[in-house]
């Protein structure tokens, strides 16, 4: 591979400024910034409970620019991916999404991402964490091009209710006929749209892809149709509270990428996340299928549960017991927890060690929490909650109404 | 029988055919498969010049294992040496030749405290090689996971290197990573003597005198505990013999049968096909061939875990040993060398210094302009492999370093070598050009061509600490079951590694006997 050296003055720019910067930075009246994979990006605009709120009654626009994005193509495309990733690739067919993870030899979960077929034998796989490194390393054998193209395509994720409405009001015919997990692409500004029906907030609602170029005029397109529409910027905050109701797991808060990982029980497998439904074990060799075909025969170790606790106060990091006695044993941790305004429960992602946490089970959460600076601990009851804390029909509905 | 029950070796080298051996003794049905016309692999006999033979790759036998050869019978299946024992003759370019026979100095300038260095050195070195010569036949400990026997067996290792006592152990654990340069150097005065033991020590690798790991191949060389022989026939009868103790327990053997592929059904394999098409199943397959052949190749690195596929990938094989052949219309005078030793070990490294900048050359992709060279003149003991009167002489040339292709350019640098090789053996044979016949000489691509060996390396790979033991060839395959089931290395990128021993075979012939136990 030749180095690229076009970009050989990069490390001058220690952050980058995302495409939509412009219009965030106006946006951003709390001015809170955090860094996301060397983007600047904005942890809330205004008011992170009302960007929640729009979320879930309106529409909010997320910039998702900093995604890692990976281009692959070549003829060993698809093979390439089936090798790479748990589930079968093969299925996903041109013009639709997929999530997947993927895992180390070892059957431990890498990432997770999306996988979208763009054209036919034409992928984009977007992760949380960079992979060029793997996806180079995997490549061995196969004719294929990977090319991490982060820099080079612009995203938004436009999430909520009013989403589909907005879309059509800005001129883009047919959208309401795209599924769950669809793409389209649409001609816009001269150029080409790709709007894909994906999230992470568990709600209708479409991601936005497009050349940097053009980045602000669909930002200013986008805000103009939306303007009836309750339209609003939100932070990652207000995301994280809707990822956390939709029940999706989160590289390096519920899980550690298999490859960052030193202790080996740091490190977890699909079945451990609760994603056993994304292993296909009837499609050609993975990396990592052997050993979790082991894994099935002998058993996991952890178990990710939803749980559903009570009373108010925020279990995160919390220990999860199996009784309240003298006789009480930690079988877990909290991963994420949340209050959920949608669900009107005080929810949370945790890991068990098996085999605590069968639907039923008896557990509790050891909260510790502060007021006016004084520690107090309390435990709560938990709930194991099947399926996600919050599916509104709108989610899935085809054509989405107009609401 | 059916034909999952069948096991089909990969490559009739010496360890395909042991493991061949063993396992049809223990009532498996086994099928050989050898791309070549004849069996062998990388120790074989072929003509090179008409009327001339010659141990086409490997030419000298000292490591093969006694056990084994005890086992299979190889003497009453016509294993007979030429010669056992020989002697090691460090030329001189000018001065007295320097005769060495094991750690004891037969002829030449040797100074009295160098002569009882050298004694020294010899037994000591001796004892550290009985050291690794205990883990030839055992199979490597795994080092993570594998309960209670894999404890055992790494703490056996242990023992072994503990028993040699205080001072031994220290001294080996010292030295065991070390260079071989160091040790000569703190060891000894003479020049020639040094020269000597440190082609000893980088003989067959890509390492210079001053790269670590150079004394664990020194060790390694010493492990098989016999001085170097030459068999009857050349190196061609060592594995005809073994061939035909095969054959007689059972073993079916085909030539000329390249393997193109190995064949999998779901996680297990198959069988294999042949470049003919044909297809063969077999419910194990254990292939002779190199690690990064078999798991690559003829695998496919899409079948493995992207992991491990890439282990393999990075395993050091670059070999940088070339082979010369030469048919001699007489036996070839050496200057100042009487006539009955011109058919000893004769060595060209006058000193360390000379065989490091010898490797220089090839760290950065040239050959030598000053190559070592290990020779010997097998028809003086062995007159059946060459016309009457006339004479072979068979050469280990340092450094050609590997440069993958064909064409004009191969073509090119291998003339150029060539001419540099003769021109150094003229100056201690003057008269050599003038018998000359015919020459070849096979650069590590035509090794890897001829012998399908990846990278040329006579080993299938570097012996270095990083490819040693359970590290043997790549974490994860050092136990000779492959991740693929049914799958089995048995080659020289196996522990205990390469040089003509067998054990390798022998080893995995138990692991796939075990595996069948325990299923």
Known sequence: ?403 | MTESQRVIIVGAGHNGLVCAAYLARAGRQVLVLEAADQVGGAAVTREFAPGFRVSACAHLLYLLDAGISRDLDLAGHGLKLARGSLRTVALAAEGEHLVLDGGRVAAGPLGAADGAALAEFHHRMQRFARVLAKQHNRRPPRIAGGGRSELMAAALLGFDIRRLGRDDMREFLRIAGTNIFDILEESFASPQLKGALALDAVLGTNLGPRSNNSMLTLLHRLSGNTAPGLPVGGMGAVTAALAAAAQRAGVTVRTSSPVARITLAGDRVSGVELESGETLAAGTVVSNADPVRTLLTLVGARHLEAGFAQRVHHLRAKGTAAKLHLALDRLPEFSRLAAEQVGERLVIAPDPVYVEHAFDHSKYGQSSTAPVLEITIPTVHDASLAPAGKHVLSAVVQYAPYIAGTGADADARRSQFLERVLAVLETYSPTLRQHLIAAELLMPADLEREFRLTGGHWHHGELALDQFLMLRPVPGAAQYAMPIGGLYLCGAGCHPGGGVMGSAGGNAARAVLAAERSR
């Open chain 1, 1 to 403: 591979m030749t180095p690229d050296m076009t970009h050989k003055e990069h490390f001058r720019t220690a952050v980058y400024q995302t495409p939509f910067h412009p219009r965030t930075a106006a946006l951003n009246v709390l001015n809170v910034w955090h860094r996301w994979k060397d983007y600047t990006v904005a942890d809330a605009y205004f008011d992170t409970p009302l960007e929640y709120a729009a979320i879930r009654n309106a529409c909010a626009v997320f910039d998702l620019s900093p995604m890692t994005k990976h281009r692959i193509t070549g003829p060993d495309a698809l093979a390439f991916l089936n090798r790479l990733v748990t589930r079968d690739v093969a299925k996903i067919r041109p013009g639709r999404v997929g999530y997947c993870v993927w895992c180390d030899d070892n059957g431990q979960v890498i990432d997770d991402g999306t996988l979208f077929h763009l054209r036919d034998g034409d992928y984009r796989l977007c992760s949380q964490e960079r992979q060029l490194d793997w996806l180079s390393r995997s490549a061995l054998g196969f004719d294929v091009s990977i090319v991490e193209d982060t820099h080079a395509v612009a995203a938004l994720a436009f999430q909520g209710p009013t989403t589909c409405a907005v879309l059509k009001k800005m001129g883009l015919a047919g959208v309401e006929t795209l599924t769950p997990f669809g793409i389209g692409y649409f001609p816009f500004a001269g150029g080409e749209l790709l709007v894909s029906r994906t999230g992470f907030t568990g709600d209708l609602g479409y991601e936005l892809w497009i050349e940097p170029s053009r980045a602000l005029a669909l930002w200013d397109a986008l805000f103009a149709a939306g303007a009836d529409y309750g339209i609003r910027p939100m932070g990652t905050h207000a995301l994280e509270v809707s990822r956390i109701e939709a029940g999706f797991v989160q590289a390096g808060m519920d899980f550690l990428p298999a490859d960052s990982a030193v202790r080996v029980d740091r490190t977890r497998s699909p079945f451990e996340l609760d994603l056993g439904r994304l292993v296909d074990f009837n499609k050609p060799n993975f990396t990592g299928r052997r050993a979790l075909l082991e894994e099935q025969k002998k058993g996991s170790r952890f178990r990710l549960v939803k749980l559903d606790i009570a009373g108010n106060k925020l279990a995160k990091a919390a220990y999860i017991y199996d009784r309240n006695d003298a006789h009480k044993t930690v079988v877990g941790t909290v991963t994420s927890a949340v209050w959920s305004p949608a669900a009107k429960a005080n929810i949370a992602l945790a890991t068990l060690t098996m085999p605590a946490g069968l639907p039923g089970a008896e557990l509790w959460a050891e909260i510790y929490y502060q007021r006016e600076l004084k520690w107090d601990k309390v435990m709560a009851r938990c709930r194991v909650v099947e399926g996600a804390f919050f599916d509104p029909p709108r989610r899935r509905a085809t054509p989405p109404g107009d609401f």
